[in-house]
């Protein structure tokens, strides 16, 4: 499949908004969270370089190198999640009339979903990952850009929500219960844990600004 990310922002969009089974709502998330992790490094990029936050300059330009990488990461999960539904997507059309399709249906299905888990698991991951970055980008950055920084942490904030809905939506038609309950505690403990720190990135910046 190309990838999805090499398409205008007009006709991904448009792609989006079609019936089609992809790109959806784990590939969204991805690419919310790559602009996430890219006005991070921007604020980065408008630090380094300046006599003012010479104290940072080489936190700063290892956040940047991290920030690269963690949005070329997104970047490719956006079109990895449309090529792990597209799978279930045609599992789920399967025969089911006869008790060796239904097998046959049911072994393919828990494939297909313990793919189409993986991905949007990596998305929330990756995106955790980004807002530990810009909780530092926002403290330590420049203060022109202090604004960027809190609409980065929204962003993947949203990313990751969105990539967990992913998880849930696919976890629950999993027959092998333990693994799908220990995706979801995985996936609870995710949110719990770095939503707040999103929010509080988002609050200070909020509270500098009025």
């Known amino acids: 499949m190309e990838a999805m990310t090499t398409q ?44 003012k936050y010479a104290a940072v300059e080489e936190e700063m330009q290892r956040l940047n190198r991290e920030s690269a990488a963690l949005r070329a990461r997104l970047e490719e999960l956006v079109t990895a999640d449309a090529e792990a539904f597209a799978p279930l997507s045609k599992a789920y059309g399967l025969p089911a009339s006869t008790p060796e399709e239904q097998a046959h249906k049911a072994a ?74 220990s995706l979801n505690r995985e996936a609870e403990e995710l949110l719990a844990t770095w939503c707040p720190r999103a929010d509080k990135v988002f609050q200070d910046v909020m509270g500098r600004l009025k």
């Open 8 to 51: 205008s922002c007009e006709a991904f969009l448009e792609a989006l908004s079609t019936k089609a089974a992809v790109p959806g709502g784990g590939g969204a998330s991805a690419l919310v969270g790559a602009v996430g992790v890219a006005l991070g490094n921007m604020v980065g990029s408008l630090t380094v370089g300046k006599k």
């Open 108 to 181: 393919v299905m828990e494939e297909a979903l313990d793919r189409a888990c993986a991905v949007p698991m990596d998305i929330m991951r990756t995106c955790c990952k980004a807002i530990s970055l810009i909780e530092v980008y926002a403290a330590k950055g420049s203060v022109m850009a202090v604004s960027d920084a809190g609409v980065a942490a929204a962003c993947c904030k949203a990313a990751l929500q969105g990539a967990s809905l992913n998880v849930f939506i696919n976890t629950c038609s999993m027959t092998d219960r333990d693994k799908a309950e």
